[in-house]
């Protein structure tokens, strides 16, 4: 109780709270980004045998490998990480970035992700102070990172994250933290209907895909979570985004065709920027828009 009665009174000290705490959470978020996906495969590859058929009989136990187990290692040594081999940043600094056995480089990924994770996270918390509206903001913030990163790497925007946190987002407005629930409601229905309207007239019209269904999920936790307002401005500064990368990447790597590139990360950052500065955005879309 004092704690609390503490990060509430003094800011400073509530700020470096949220700074020291994120940059644990963004150790997790680590650990989410490389293993998600890896779980993803197996289950798929899991469902693939069971349908399919095999040799039941024989089938060994699988291994179990989820967020916590098994502990993290070196994968060019399989040198377990011990406890304070896993203290975010301090831990690389100290082993120099490389394994403490086989010298190996470890990637800088880690230590900058949750950097970024901490500085984001008291960003957020400087913005909306002290309050449950503050850690509903940070769980928010801490999904869009996984989903972005995690899309970056593999192509995949997986259901187990995008679809709890739109259900999360209505729950959250339910009581009227964020926006009211009609507003969360539609958010999540126009988000999801819209790109999936623009997938299959685009499809229908060009013969090829030009988003996965994963985008259709992440921008409707985006509306649920921020509002059916909001939208315009994600969509259209996402799409700004994405396509000055493709052009610099095509520019960068001399190439005439061009390259599938993955839309969520950029459907996070635009709906998170639109979910930070929602008023400022919405007065603005009423002043030059009328609406």
Request: net charge neutral.
């Amino acid at each position: 109780m004092e704690l609390i009665n503490l990060l509430k009174e003094n800011n400073t000290v509530f700020l470096l709270f949220i700074g020291f705490f994120s940059l644990i959470i963004g150790s997790f978020l680590n650990a989410a980004i490389y293993r998600i996906p890896i779980m993803l495969n197996k289950e798929w590859r899991e469902e693939c045998e069971a349908l399919f058929g095999g040799d039941h009989e024989n089938v060994k136990p699988r291994e179990t490998f989820n967020l916590f187990v098994p502990r993290s290692q070196c994968p060019h040594c399989g040198h377990m990480i011990t406890a304070i081999e896993n203290v975010p940043v301090f831990s690389y600094l100290f082993l120099k970035g490389k394994c403490s056995s086989c010298k190996t480089p470890i990637s800088i990924q880690y230590p900058l992700i949750e950097i970024f994770t901490a500085l984001i996270s008291v960003f957020v918390a400087w913005k909306m102070g002290f309050g449950w509206q503050t850690l509903a903001a940070l769980f928010f913030t801490w999904t869009l990172i996984t989903l972005a990163l995690i899309d970056a790497k593999t192509m995949l925007l997986p259901d187990n994250l995008t679809i709890p946190l739109m259900w999360l987002g209505i729950a959250v407005n339910y009581h009227h933290v964020f926006v009211d629930l009609q507003s969360s409601v539609l958010g999540a229905m126009i988000g999801y209907l819209s790109l999936w309207s623009l997938f299959h007239l685009f499809r229908l019209i060009t013969g090829k895909e030009g988003m996965g269904y994963g985008d259709f999920k992440i921008l409707a936790a985006i509306g649920a979570w921020g509002g059916w307002q909001i939208l315009p401005f994600t969509v259209f500064a996402a799409s700004l985004f994405g396509a000055v990368l493709g052009i610099l990447w095509m520019i960068i790597q001399r190439q005439k065709d061009s390259q599938p590139i993955p839309f969520g990360p950029w459907l996070a950052l635009a709906g998170f920027v639109g979910f930070i500065w929602r008023d400022d955005i919405v007065h603005a879309m009423k002043v030059y828009f009328g609406f």
